[in-house]
């Protein structure tokens, strides 16, 4: 789903929201250090598998998802991160590394790492590395009905 087609979906919805473009930036914290939004409202989006279909973690650009805790949380048999290759032809129109954490729009489970559902705001790539959105956190989790648990460390 490229940038304008989230854009519409969130219009579609009467959500109000921010877009952020910043200079090329891969990893969460360079995006969040020249997007100037600290780790802790920027959400990463980690794919991952679990038994036998992908999922969406999503959490706070300075924490790490541990996947022995979410593999408990969420009564998984298996679970590992997912590879680039195994995930990139899911996301049509995004660059990889940056979709957006929409996984109900790509029919896949989303979990909300507990703290980030804690910030008043949410910001996240757009589909691209050059663009992010920022929007109320309740506005997201109406849209996007994550899972809500601990599952990550700083």
């Known amino acids: ?21 910043h200079s090329p930036a891969y990893t969460a914290q360079e995006i969040a250090a020249v997007s100037h939004i600290s780790g802790e409202v920027l ?3 980690v794919i991952f598998k679990m038994d036998d279909k992908m999922a969406m973690a999503v959490l706070p650009a300075n924490y790490k998802v541990d996947f022995d805790i979410l593999k408990g949380v969420t009564g998984s048999e ?5 590879g680039e290759e ?20 790509y029919n896949m489970q989303v979990f909300v790492e507990e ?13 691209s590395h050059t663009e992010l ?3 109320k956190y309740e506005d997201f989790a109406k849209l996007v009905q994550p899972k809500i648990m601990a599952f990550s460390f700083v």
């Open 86 to 105: 195994e995930f990139k032809s899911m996301f049509p129109g995004c660059e990889v590394g940056a979709m957006p954490p929409f996984g109900n729009l």
């Open 1 to 21: 789903m490229p940038v304008k087609k989230l854009k519409e979906f969130l219009d579609q919805n009467g959500v109000k929201y921010l877009t952020i473009t």
């Open 43 to 45: 959400a990463k989006t």
């Open 133 to 135: 959105i920022k929007m």
């Open 78 to 82: 298996f679970i590992a991160l997912a």
């Open 115 to 127: 703290s980030l559902s804690k910030d008043e705001e949410i910001a996240f790539n757009a589909g």
